[in-house]
């Protein structure tokens, strides 16, 4: 096969794909998820749900936050790589003192204990309230994390 006729079936292929796309958003007038998002009551999105292998994708990108939303002692046991201490029972003390952490161009993503766990949930919504507008819930939280047998890390420090 001569590279001419690969280029062109690779268009048509591409072609074809994003037509189909395009015409099922616009017959079932809801698009194509690649993340499920959580609509508020004005229909506003205030956040998305990942799984694990979204999240290890993120974890590459230096323009992240990872938030825990469980207790400091269950944090200090085990945690995400990267992962920063916010548990929802002191958000508005903590949220104050890691202001510096939300920059105008950065991506939240907090997770809690499992998939059970609401914390992360409750987390995403006031982070949303506070103006913060890329927020991702990683639902599997730590029990999953850690069942996939990806890394952990702990802390015995009480600032992070």
């Known amino acids: 096969m001569s590279i001419k006729k690969f280029i062109i079936q690779c268009f048509i292929i591409f072609s074809l794909s994003l037509s189909i796309g395009v015409i099922y958003n616009q017959i079932f007038k809801s698009p194509l998820p690649i993340f499920k998002g959580y609509k508020k009551e004005n229909n506003n999105i205030y956040f998305h749900i990942i799984d694990a292998d979204v999240l290890k994708n993120l974890l590459k990108n230096d323009m992240i936050v990872l938030l825990d939303a469980r207790t400091q002692q269950e944090f200090n046991k085990e945690h995400i790589p990267r992962a920063i201490n916010l548990p929802i029972s002191r958000f508005e003390q903590e949220y104050k003192k890691k202001t510096h952490l939300f920059k105008q161009d950065v991506m ?53």
Request: proline residues 0%; glycine residues 6%.
């Open 108 to 160: 939240i993503i907090t997770y809690c204990v499992d998939i059970n766990c609401n914390d992360s949930f409750i987390l995403a919504k006031k982070l949303y309230e506070k103006d913060q507008r890329e927020i991702f819930v990683y639902k599997g939280g730590i029990e999953e994390w850690v069942s996939l047998g990806n890394k952990v890390e702990t802390s015995n420090t009480l600032e992070n």
